[in-house]
């Protein structure tokens, strides 16, 4: 089935659509807090709660792409490449830890406003005074008003102190769960994938001379027992002889400057060892 471009594009500008609508939605929840409308208690769940939709929705819109582009994979959540989902839990639960962390902190201070306070305790409060002004009551009577930030109160601050004990938790244990698979799974596709490497002589180059004995060459396959196929270009076929199934003897015929032996996996040539042979002079 063909890339369908059109659809995709059309996903693509309904999830641009949706993280606009929640920017939009940001700013207005701000407006109306600044404005004293809404307060922080309500503000951090409508936060939550709208972010978390314009996840879904551009997670949405994202698989759709992919599957309009026949990219998606039926067998992965969502049709995702392996490991999105995960990494979408654990940025998610940072995001949330420090929204929380944000919130909290800004509970630990509160903000009170006092109506007719006394002009000559002013020098008491300057640490703690936001704004003072003058102001006239419906009887038309001046008073001053005042604005302070003090401390919140010890239970607030102990139930800030165990949420943010909680989640933090929560954020470290997801975490590692995620990365700890992540390392585990690369060590397990490592630990599988077949490989063969070339014993003697080490580093994948050898000098050798011509007028001296043949050059023997021990081969190792992980796992053991692959059969190897060797190719070799600079010299003839028959310069290079296979005595077992990982040892091989190369005696030069005719060969060139360079000699390249190939040793390749007979199940799969796209795994293979190269082994470059030079000659003193």
Do not use: W
């Amino acid at each position: 089935m063909q890339p369908n471009y059109k659809k995709a594009l059309l996903f693509i500008v309904v999830g641009s659509l949706s993280i606009i609508g929640f920017g939009a939605s940001v700013l207005f929840l701000n407006a109306r807090s600044l404005a004293g409308f809404v307060g922080p208690q309500v503000m951090v769940p409508l936060l939550l709660v709208l972010g978390l939709g314009a996840l879904l929705v551009a997670l949405a819109c994202l698989t759709s792409v992919f599957r309009a582009l026949n990219l998606s994979d039926r067998t992965l959540a969502l049709g995702l490449p392996e490991g999105s989902v995960r990494a979408v839990i654990a940025l998610s639960l940072i995001l949330i830890f420090v929204i929380m962390a944000m919130t909290s902190f800004d509970q630990m201070q509160v903000v009170t406003t006092s109506l007719g306070f006394p002009e000559e305790r002013l020098p008491d409060v300057l640490d703690k005074l936001l704004s003072a002004e003058q102001v006239l009551t419906p009887e038309g009577t001046s008073v001053l008003r005042v604005r302070l930030l003090t401390a919140a109160p010890p239970e607030t601050v102990d139930l800030a102190k165990q949420m943010m004990t909680t989640i933090s938790t929560l954020v470290v244990a997801v975490a590692g769960f995620y990365f700890g698979t992540r390392a585990a799974q690369g060590a397990t596709e490592q630990a599988t994938q077949p490989t063969v490497q070339i014993i003697t002589p080490p580093g994948g180059t050898a000098k050798i001379d011509k007028a001296k004995t043949p050059l023997t060459i021990r081969l190792g396959t992980n796992p053991s027992g692959l059969a190897v196929h060797a190719t070799v270009v600079g010299d003839t076929p028959d310069s290079l002889k296979q005595d077992s199934s990982t040892e091989y003897t190369y005696a030069p015929k005719t060969p060139s400057p360079e000699v390249r032996v190939r040793f390749s996996l007979v199940n799969d040539a796209t795994v293979f060892q190269d082994l470059l042979l030079t000659f003193d002079s």
